[in-house]
């Protein structure tokens, strides 16, 4: 049986940002990610400027964080009775804290080659299917044990479901569903938007390579049912159809040129009764 000081199970952000800092504090860290490269996935892309310090602590360099990033102005909330507001998050308008939209193809290939040259033996293509008693047991049926195992592996977390403390969501059953659209702003800077409607919202992020990314989340019976009736493409048409123009706005959000895949999440959002036990802990959204 292989055994290492440290184990995280998961290569999004959270996972490599933890095995970059444990490693360049000398521990012995193994990274294991389950997809054999990167994918497209139900993901976030809009943040807040605490990610850009966070970034800059773990060496993302100016140069590379622009070709990963877009500044965003603010988060423009907008409700169907019309109420408005922005979310600068602090931002003094001049971008230098301003929020962020991600290219996630090249944030998260990015962090784990930083990974790599700090030393963590990052390992794709491997999944784990149970944890017991700090040995983590593999896929393909070998196991790995570790001093302590970090669950960085999302909303159906197996080193959650492992430490039993999984519990149901607060909010309920919520689906979520992600993809890209064409961007004819050609980079130009504006405001994301996050509009607001009977049973859910759209969240409209600007990334980089002149695209816009779409979030829409759904709660509710309702849309549970259309989404099994109609499918997933035919319910992200119906929402973004119902998208008010705004001048700063040019997407033609009656019919968007769609980019790549419309990829899904269910149940959106987790709800854990602790974060850490003896010899592990959960990380970003596990």
Do not use: K
Not at 69 to 92: N, Q, S, W
């Amino acid at each position: 049986m292989e055994r290492r000081e440290v184990l995280v199970v998961g290569g999004g952000p959270a996972g490599a940002a933890t095995a970059i800092g444990l490693a360049r504090r000398g521990r012995d860290v193994v990274l294991l990610e389950r997809a054999p490269a990167w994918r497209w996935r139900a993901c976030g892309v809009f943040t807040s400027p605490a990610t850009m310090a966070a970034l800059a602590r773990l060496g993302v360099a100016g140069h590379d964080l622009a070709a990963m990033a877009r500044p965003i102005p603010a988060m423009r909330v907008e409700t169907r009775v019309g109420t408005r507001f922005r979310l600068t998050y602090g931002d003094d308008g001049t971008l230098s804290t301003a929020a962020l939209g991600f290219d996630r193809s090249r944030l998260d290939t990015h962090l784990l080659e930083l990974a790599r040259r700090a030393g963590v033996d990052v390992r794709e293509g491997v999944s784990v299917r149970v944890i017991r008693d700090g040995t983590a047991t593999l896929a393909r049926g070998d196991d790995l044990a570790a001093r302590v195992i970090v669950g960085a592996d999302g909303l159906r977390s197996v080193v959650a479901r492992s430490g039993g403390v999984v519990r149901r969501p607060p909010l309920g059953d919520r689906s979520a569903l992600t993809f890209h659209v064409a961007d004819p702003g050609r980079g130009a800077i504006r405001d994301a938007r996050m509009v607001l409607f009977d049973g859910g919202y759209v969240g409209l992020a600007p990334v980089p390579m002149d695209r816009v990314n779409v979030g829409i989340v759904l709660a509710g019976r309702r849309w549970r049912a259309r989404l099994r009736a109609e499918g997933a493409p035919a319910v992200a048409r119906t929402v973004l159809a119902a998208v008010p123009p705004a001048d700063d706005d040019p997407v033609a959000w009656t019919n968007p040129e769609i980019c790549d895949a419309i990829e899904g999440a269910a149940p959106v959002g987790a709800r854990v009764a602790r974060r850490a036990g003896p010899d592990w802990l959960l990380v970003g959204d596990a």
